[in-house]
């Protein structure tokens, strides 16, 4: 079975998954090693133990994917990238998706924020158009062709629009392609 396919299994199953959120390579083996059956990688910590600073859109796509490899190549469970904003416009996300299934990603998570982003459990973000997430769902899921992968949309659009707007845009990118 692929990690891809145990990904999707836990995903479909009865149980809630618990993705812990690794930040280097010893990170993500203790995870492992704690028994979690798949792990994702943290874009905060990332961001901090790479720059020392909060997940503010400072690590650069081929900084963040140099990171997430490192991760997936030292462990045997799934690994879900945390790939911010897909790195631009839908074009940007073909390629961010394309260099994921390259690397062995399982999934992705892309988020609907406007840049420069704000790791989502921070205050003053703003979201793009629910459309233009949708192109870029769109996009993610193109861009994995014949590989599978797990496409992660989420929103944050809570604090800024309200929960009613969240609810509609979850709706919209599941409608796009988004497999969670």
């Known amino acids: ?6 990904l999707r299994d836990l995903i479909n199953g009865p149980d809630i998954v618990v993705l812990p959120g690794a930040h280097d390579v010893l990170s993500a083996k203790i995870i492992e090693q704690a028994g979690f ?7 905060f910590g990332l961001s901090a133990s ?3 600073v909060p997940d503010l859109g400072l690590l650069t796509m081929t900084e963040s994917l140099d990171r997430v490899q490192r991760i ?23 390629r961010t998706a394309q260099e994921c299934v390259r690397i062995g990603a399982a999934g992705i998570i892309l ?3 406007l ?6 459990h921070m205050e003053g973000k703003s979201v793009i158009p629910m459309k233009e997430h949708v192109e ?12 599978d992968l797990v496409i992660i949309a ?16 979850g709706h919209a990118y599941s409608e796009a392609g988004a497999d969670v």
């Open 1 to 6: 079975m692929t990690k891809v396919s145990h």
């Open 37 to 43: 059956p798949v792990i994702f990688t943290s874009g």
């Open 50 to 52: 790479a720059l020392g």
């Open 72 to 94: 997936v190549d030292a462990v045997s469970v799934p690994v879900v990238a945390d790939m911010d904003t897909g790195y631009g416009n839908p074009l940007n996300v073909l």
């Open 111 to 113: 988020e609907d924020q």
């Open 115 to 120: 840049w420069p982003k704000r790791c989502g």
């Open 136 to 147: 870029k769902i769109h996009a993610a899921v193109h861009a994995k062709c014949e590989e």
């Open 154 to 169: 989420r929103t944050d659009a809570i604090a800024p629009l309200g929960l009613e707007e969240a609810i509609r845009r």
